[in-house]
């Protein structure tokens, strides 16, 4: 296979390979021996040490191999590249950039992906939202997977609020999830003191969130890149903490029960109503089932969701959507063409606070009990993490990695403590793969060619 | 001749210990194109940092008199020396949106009357046919520059991707679509072939002639310096050593020592001496 290498590198291949696999080995062995090798074990309330260094060997021989199996393939693939000296014009320029070059080395290592062309990604589009409706009825479908999609369109809707401000706007927002918090703990103080319903109380929780977005925006407007990450991470921890410590209203670490349930336009979803009041089932005259519920919330966030995306899709090829990508492009040349980067920034983020806010709303409402348990940085950090695996600014970007990164945790139960160790490899091959997320695709806000929109 | 479009009146920029404009003063009319040139280091991005809003000039006052309306630049934000007195500028390392196409860059050049007519994105959202007339005037605004720059083509094409000679004639063309009443163009020739820079000459003279408005521009390369402009400028160590059109400038003794040197003045390096005399 390496007979288009250079000569040079094909002498030199065996004793380089061995090398690096022992270095890897190496330092398997240094990590391996404290991790692995010593165990605390109780015996008889006395805390002993229990060695397994047998496990080590293992470990350390696995990385070794594993690592040769690497080289290998990487050299392989480097000869298999080489051969073909690609006298084809090259593609054109700018849809790819440096960052992709890295990664197209590992490319080979996994089943190609294919880039995806305008009609692939409106048929796959297509075919998801197809899914997504049909889901409730598909004859696998049970209330455990109900629950588990009701939790990726959250996560989906969260990724597409979050992607105006970190993938349109540019602006790394690491402290996204007090926006959701902002939107949930709104939703079940305004329903509870004044007595609201669902439909009244969302936009309110989302406005709420959007002024804190602002509230966010002022003092950062100076800030950018990772000056702005640790600002945002602060913002992020200081709301956790106050729902923590303001008691008299968020009743503290207890947190809100009895976040009022949804209702289909005032019919509740209950086996026996109160009096006065017809449920749902006897409205409709077919027997009651808790799954009903289920699907009506999981119809409700998926509206909300395809909601979110007709608005961001439609900000897109506004001037302000422009306006906010040119500001992530170059925010000097953005001021010399009048542009007022103060507004745009600040849009940006009561944007996609607004967004969150609303999922927060629906978060409380189909939780029926909030804490600040559920507003914790790793939440922030999985939306982020959502967003750059997807493909900064992609839509069906965000939706695949939502889909992956809630599935994958759930998938991996099977696995116990492995469980998240799984899920860490998967971001990691993800981002060594397809180092511009998943969808890495930029479709214009407009064209001129036909004069059509881009989609 | 109509009163002066720029009025530079004691400018002086001083950075720490620095003084890197010191007191000067010149004047710059519409519908002409007023060089400034200098040895490196001149203080000429300086200049038009200060009248951009980009830094705060430490004294002095900056007029721009646009029809009825006078601005005090040095008192303005920097995008409202864009949006309001009307003062557009290049760069001198290329500053478009790499990212999006050659034809939303001209879009978002006309960021701020598309604004106005989606009326804040509440009427844009509403699909309000006002606000698809006032886009659809845009995309032909931005189509007719195209044209002009030769890259209608390309229009759907990264304008990162482009090549560099189109970066530059893209971002002039960028510039132009804020329908300005003064363009800074910061040396729009740096890094083009002679043919290229033909076609930028020509590019600058149509713009003078057909919009009337005031150019001003910093540059090295003479055959674009002694071919179009009116009047030039030339500073030397942040001071206006002299002024007026170009044949007077080059002749200037004051000049032909700062770029120069003194002893040097009878032995030209050839090089030299041919950027000199091109473009007369």
Redesign the interface.
């Known amino acids: 296979m390496a007979r288009a290498a250079p000569p040079a590198a094909r002498r030199g291949a065996w004793p380089a390979r061995l090398a690096e696999a022992a270095l890897a080995a190496g330092l398997a062995l240094v990590l391996a021996v404290p991790l692995i090798g010593f165990q605390a074990v109780e015996t008889n309330a006395v805390l002993g040490i229990r060695t397994r260094f047998g496990w080590v060997a293992l470990a350390v021989a696995a990385v070794f191999a594993g690592r040769l199996l690497l080289t290998l393939a990487r050299d392989w693939r480097r000869a298999f590249s080489l051969r073909p000296t690609s006298p084809q014009p090259s593609p054109?320029?700018?849809?790819e950039r440096k960052a992709e070059a890295g990664g197209r080395r590992f490319q080979a290592l996994v089943p190609a992906f294919p880039a995806l062309g305008r009609r692939e990604r409106a048929l796959l589009s297509l075919l998801g939202l197809g899914f997504a409706l049909a889901l409730p009825f598909l004859p696998f479908s049970s209330s455990y997977l109900i629950d588990l999609a009701t939790s990726v369109v959250i996560y989906v809707m969260l990724g597409w609020g979050l992607n105006v401000v970190v993938g349109l706007a540019g602006l790394l927002d690491l402290g996204y999830v007090a926006f959701y918090a902002v939107g949930a703990y709104s939703f079940a103080l305004f329903v509870r003191w004044f007595d609201l319903s669902f439909w009244q109380g969302l936009p309110l929780a989302g406005l709420l969130a959007a002024c804190f977005g602002l509230t966010l925006g002022f003092p950062v407007l100076r800030l950018r890149g990772d000056y702005l990450a640790i600002v945002t991470l602060g913002f992020g921890e200081i709301v956790r903490l106050m729902l923590l410590n303001w008691v008299p209203v968020t009743n503290g670490p207890a947190g809100l029960s009895d976040v009022p349930r949804p209702s289909f336009f005032g019919l509740p979803f209950e086996r026996r109503a109160p009096p006065g009041v017809t449920t749902f089932a006897d409205f409709f005259h077919i027997p009651f089932s808790p799954q009903q519920r289920l699907i009506f919330l999981y119809y409700l966030i998926l509206a909300l969701a395809l909601v979110t995306n007709a608005?961001t899709l439609?900000?897109r090829r506004?001037?302000?959507g422009?306006?906010w990508?040119?500001l992530?492009?170059?925010e000097?040349?953005?001021?010399?063409?009048?542009?007022?980067?103060t507004t745009v920034k600040l849009?940006a983020f009561a944007t996609g606070a607004m967004l969150g806010g609303f999922a927060g709303a629906f978060f409380a409402t189909r939780q029926g009990f909030i804490s600040p348990e559920s507003f914790t940085f790793i939440e922030s950090a999985t939306i982020l993490a959502i967003v750059v695996l997807g493909g900064m600014g992609s839509q069906l970007g965000v939706v695949m990695a939502a889909v992956v990164l809630v599935c994958l945790p759930e998938l991996g139960r099977a696995f116990a403590e492995f469980r998240m160790l799984l899920f860490g490899a998967a971001m990691v091959a993800i981002m060594v793969w397809r180092p511009r997320g998943l969808v890495a695709h930029?479709a214009?806000?407009?064209?001129?060619?036909a004069g059509r929109e881009a989609r | 001749m109509s009163a002066a479009l720029l009025e530079v009146e004691h400018l002086s920029m001083r950075f720490g210990g620095l003084l890197a404009v010191d007191d000067l003063s010149f004047a710059a009319r519409g519908g002409e194109i007023t060089a400034i040139i200098g040895p490196n280091g001149a203080g000429k991005t300086t200049v038009f940092n200060c009248l951009?809003?980009?830094y705060r000039a430490s004294t002095g006052r900056l007029t721009l008199n646009r029809g009825a309306r006078n601005f005090l630049l040095e008192r303005l934000d920097?995008?409202?020396i864009?949006?309001?007195a009307g003062v557009?500028?290049t760069?001198q390392n290329i500053?478009?949106?790499?990212?999006?196409?050659a034809?939303?860059n001209l879009?978002?050049?006309?960021?701020?009357p598309?604004?106005r007519a989606?009326l804040?994105?509440v009427g844009?959202?509403l699909g309000l046919p006002s606000f698809r007339r006032a886009e659809a005037q845009a995309?032909a605004r931005?189509?007719r520059w195209?044209e002009r720059i030769g890259l209608?083509e390309r229009?759907?094409?990264?304008a990162?991707?482009l090549p560099y000679g189109a970066q530059r004639r893209l971002e002039i063309a960028?510039?132009m679509c804020?329908e300005p009443a003064l363009l800074c163009l910061d040396e729009p020739a740096a890094g083009l072939n002679p043919r290229e820079s033909a076609e930028l000459n020509a590019l600058l003279l149509a713009i003078r002639a057909e919009h009337g408005i005031g150019v001003l521009l910093i540059e090295h390369d003479m055959s674009v310096v002694m071919g179009i402009s009116d009047h030039v400028v030339v500073l030397d160590y942040g001071r206006k050593i002299a002024a007026g059109t170009p044949e007077a400038v080059r002749r200037d003794p004051a000049v032909i020592k700062a770029y120069l040197g003194e002893e040097e003045e009878d032995a030209l390096p050839p090089e030299v001496a041919r950027d000199l005399s091109e473009g007369s």
């Open positions: 054109p320029a700018g849809t608005f439609r900000l506004l001037p302000i422009r306006a990508e040119a992530r492009e170059d000097i040349a953005c001021r010399a063409l009048g542009i007022n980067p849009s930029r214009p806000s407009l064209r001129l060619a | 951009t809003g980009f920097g995008f409202r864009a949006r309001e557009a500028r760069f500053r478009l949106f790499a990212g999006m196409t034809l939303e879009l978002v050049a006309q960021h701020v598309l604004m989606s804040w994105s844009g959202l995309v931005a189509r195209l209608v229009a759907d094409d990264p990162g991707s960028r510039a804020t």
